[in-house]
Nanobody, 122 residues
């Protein structure tokens, strides 16, 4: 089970840190990613990190603003979001994929959290 937390309401330019805690299984061997879905839009890839934590990938729209990281000892993945914009408003989902690389396609991910709402006001 993956449980996201840390969402909320923030003004444009502000920061939030999302957490994704895994229970019932270890995420050590999984590529982990964050996706988001805004109202009326399809779910989109935001950021991913390999199981070692050494390789990351980001959507162009969040590059240089968001940072994904993981603490395998705590079975937790994080998404630090800085310089938030109103267009970042969405439900953010954590996902796990038992693969080596980072896929931007949501269909390959095996496990999903329930999502956490992020709202950025202008």
């Amino acid at each position: 089970q993956l449980v996201e937390s840390g969402g909320g309401l923030v003004q444009a330019g502000g920061s939030l840190r999302l957490s994704c805690a895994a229970s019932g299984r270890t995420i050590t061997s999984y590529t982990m990613a964050w996706f988001r879905q805004a109202p009326g839009k399809e779910r989109e890839f935001v950021a991913g990190v390999t199981w070692t934590g050494t390789v990351t990938d980001y959507a162009y729209s969040v590059k240089a603003r968001f940072t994904i990281s993981r603490d395998n000892a705590k079975n937790t993945v994080y998404l630090q979001m800085n310089s938030l914009k109103p267009e970042d408003t969405a439900v953010y989902y954590c996902a796990a994929d038992f693969s080596v690389g980072i896929s931007v396609s949501d269909v390959v991910y095996d496990y999903w959290g329930q999502g956490t709402q992020v709202t950025v006001s202008s």
